[in-house]
């Protein structure tokens, strides 16, 4: 059974950086692209970024204007997001997705506990 668990989140100022981890366990970390999605209050959770299994191919969000950057490091089964100029509306939590096979927009079928990143003006 996959394992996700998210660290990194916390709360910080507008125009700060931060980077969020994931580290997978459980099964084959090559056969599953991985994704972070995001859940503002009131809001359905979204796509933010996502990455194939050996980091060729990544989409991102619209909404990313380029501040955010999804990389992963296959011999340690983890996968970050370096996010910069954070603004308030990046205020969620923020999930790390798993899905086996290639990189989509959609269908992942695990998830972590969520990680809650909170953005001040």
């Known amino acids: 059974q996959v394992q996700l668990v998210e660290f990194g989140g916390g709360l910080v100022q507008a125009g700060a950086s931060r980077r969020l981890s994931c580290v997978f366990s459980?099964?084959?970390?090559?056969?599953?692209?991985m994704a972070w999605f995001r859940q503002a209050p009131g809001k359905e959770r979204r796509l933010v970024a996502a990455?194939?299994?050996?980091?060729?191919?990544?989409h991102y969000a619209d909404s990313m204007d380029g501040r955010f950057t999804i990389s992963r490091d296959n011999v340690n089964n983890t996968v970050w997001l370096q996010m910069n100029d954070l603004q308030p509306e990046d205020t969620a939590v923020y999930y790390c997705?798993?899905?086996?096979?290639?990189?989509?927009?959609?269908?992942?079928?695990?998830w972590g506990q969520g990680t809650q990143v909170t953005v001040s003006s």
């Open positions: 990455i194939s299994w050996n980091g060729g191919s990544t």
């Open positions: 459980g099964r084959t970390f090559t056969t599953y692209a």
């Open positions: 997705a798993a899905r086996w096979g290639p990189i989509a927009t959609r269908t992942y079928d695990y």
